[in-house]
């Protein structure tokens, strides 16, 4: 009635071969783990990509700034006596000139001296009355840190007891210091943000497994090992990883880009020094990647930790 | 070549217990050799199915020893399990299929597991429907199936792989005679190929048309030997056996 069976197939290999691509993807409807993910990954990612380049852009800006003034300094001489003022100017600036610390150095006018103090004195004749200080802008060599500044400030002391060096670095510390307390800031909102995602992404697995369930056991129980069960979850949230990495890089760099037109359109040079370059923009095309990374590694975390449980 | 080494299976003073329950299998010891046939019979809530899932290697024991394949089970890092569930067929006595997949790809599943090439695998999977019968139903979903068609399924991804070792529960509970005869035709011609076969059953007629097997019988959670299938050299049935 019957005929003989179909000849059945030499024995397959039985390594413990890898299960991938499209036909493990199937494994999985495809509905379960997508709902929410990808929009989460794009708006964990958008925001990302909005701190980091504030982060670069504060970094930048900072950076300018410090190379701008770094290796800048004023000497500033306070004496009544005009005449005794101008020799002690004199005789600092031939000192200094010999100094291999100062590369640079420039007599500053008296008049152009007048005009820096102008808004805080007014002008007329009565404040001619006022001694202005004489002032000497240095170039010191690259070297040259606080420590030597001061040392040099006691050897002119010795020609004017009044002198006094100004490092231009010292009154920009303040400002320095708040761009880093941002930049902090910043960071520390991609930490959390990161750590935001991990626990969406944990969710989403853990809930993918629980609906699920009935297929992982079938296929554990025909001899699918942990590694190939998890790597059809890694394929399945990798692909909304991408696609939601991709959509949060398009939309945070899209505000990144709305942002410095505006400010370009201030016209600051504070502004144009926080620009981005081109090395900025390509970490920040890195967020994404990351976020794949970071996502398909809790995923298989997840799905393994899980598996271990059953036999 | 002595009893243990050409055993495929060997259970030493096994007991299963779920929860805290009483035990639901005590003391059972038996060894299966390679290319035998063996039923299990017992009647309902006997354990068939807890023996069984100790065997395809779904359930640890709560005691007792496990040898397959010459390898202590119990003490097997668990990252070899798969290994050796790839070297084993099993039909459910649920029959278990993928509900979101075809026919076909339940059926192919133990291949693609196994990493069998999809170029590979077409052929031998056809084959095997149309022996069963669903050729035609190929890409049905097992939700559409009847009992009897998603029965045969699961036989047909049991013995797609040609597995050493064939473990089958109550695998004809759902198809006319007909069709149970020509089920266990393919598991005889499986066990030519030299494939352990073990099917659980309460079905005598069925345990008749197989007059080379060998019986074990299970009563409320004990093992015993009406055939002396469990001796060793194991002792043929004597066909039209009544247990
Ligand atoms: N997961 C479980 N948890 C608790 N008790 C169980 C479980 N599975 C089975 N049992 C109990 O173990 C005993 C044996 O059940 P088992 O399914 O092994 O019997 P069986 O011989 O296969 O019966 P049938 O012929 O009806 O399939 C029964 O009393 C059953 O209630
Ligand atoms: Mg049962």
Sequence with gaps: MTGKPPTLGRAVDRGLAPFRGRRAASLLPRTRLGGPVPWVIAIMVALCVLAAGGALALSNLAASARGDLAGSATVQIIEADNDLRAEQARRIAGLLREDPAVTGLRMVPESEVAALLEPWLGSGEAVDAVPLPALIDLELAAEVDEDALAELETRIAAYAPSARIDSQETWLAPVLDALRTLQFMALSLIGLLAFAGVAAVWLAARNALGGNRDTIEIVHLLGGSDAQIASVFQRSILLDAIAGGLLGLVLGAGAIALLANRFAALDSGMVAAGSLSAIDWVILAMVPLFAVVIAVYTARMTVLASLRKML | MSAKESAIVQFDNVGLRYGTEREV???????????????????????????????????????????????????????????????????????????????????????????????????????????????????????????????????????????????????????????????????????????????????????????????????????????????????????????
């Design chain 2, 25 to 243: 299998l005590s003391n059972i010891s038996f060894t299966l050799f390679p290319g035998r046939f063996y039923f299990l019979t017992g009647a309902s809530g006997a354990g068939k199915t807890s023996l069984l899932k100790l065997l395809y290697l779904a359930q640890r024991p709560s005691r007792g020893g496990m040898r397959m394949f010459g390898t202590d089970v119990i003490t097997m890092p668990r990252d070899e399990l798969p290994g050796f569930r790839r070297r084993m067929g099993v039909v459910f006595q649920d029959f278990r299929l993928v509900d979101h997949l075809s026919a076909f790809d339940n059926v192919a599943l133990p291949l693609r597991v196994s990493g069998v090439r999809e170029r590979d695998l077409a052929g031998p999977v056809n084959d095997m429907l149309d022996w069963v019968g669903l050729g035609h139903r190929a890409d049905a979903r097992p939700a559409t199936l009847s009992g009897g068609e998603q029965q045969r399924v699961a036989i047909a991804r049991a013995v797609i792989a040609r597995p050493e070792i064939l473990v089958a529960d109550e695998p004809t509970g759902n198809v006319d005679p007909e069709m149970a005869l020509k089920l266990i035709r393919l598991f005889e011609a499986l066990n030519r190929l030299g494939t352990t076969v073990v099917v659980a059953t309460h079905d005598y007629q069925l345990i008749r048309k197989v007059p080379e097997s060998l019986i074990m019988r299970l009563d409320k959670g004990t093992l015993s030997d009406p055939t002396g299938a469990l001796r060793y050299p194991p002792k043929r049935a004597p066909s039209g056996v009544e247990a």
